[in-house]
Nanobody, 121 residues
């Protein structure tokens, strides 16, 4: 059983920073790409940033220059450093990972439970 556990959300003032963490736990063979999505009330879930197993990154346009994604493969963890936060960044942030549970299984998509980020004065 594979679980993604997020932490680091909370309330922050505009212009502030937060660092989200997501750790994969349980038994699995290999983790491929990892990333973060977010969903604001009444809106669809959108990509924030992603990072491949090789370290290549991809960001949504509105996050470029403000957010940084990185990963620690020794800890099976992906991070999202969020700077210069704006009220429109308020959303539930979800961790995502593509994981192969066993050597003989296919890759599957896994999601965390979500962590609330609220940017408000």
């Amino acid at each position: 059983q594979v679980h993604l556990v997020e932490s680091g959300g909370g309330l922050v003032q505009p212009g502030g920073s937060l660092r989200l963490s997501c750790a994969a736990s349980g038994s699995f063979f290999r983790i491929y790409a990892m990333g973060w999505y977010r969903q604001a009330p009444g809106k669809q879930r959108d990509l924030v940033a992603a990072i491949t197993s090789g370290g290549s990154t991809n960001y949504a346009d509105s996050m470029k220059g403000r957010f940084t994604i990185d990963r620690d493969d020794a800890e099976n963890t992906v991070y999202l450093q969020m700077n210069s936060l704006k009220p429109e960044d308020t959303a539930v942030y979800y961790c995502h990972a593509i994981i192969r549970p066993t050597a003989w299984s296919t890759r599957d998509d896994y999601w965390g439970q979500g962590t609330q980020v609220t940017v408000s004065s």
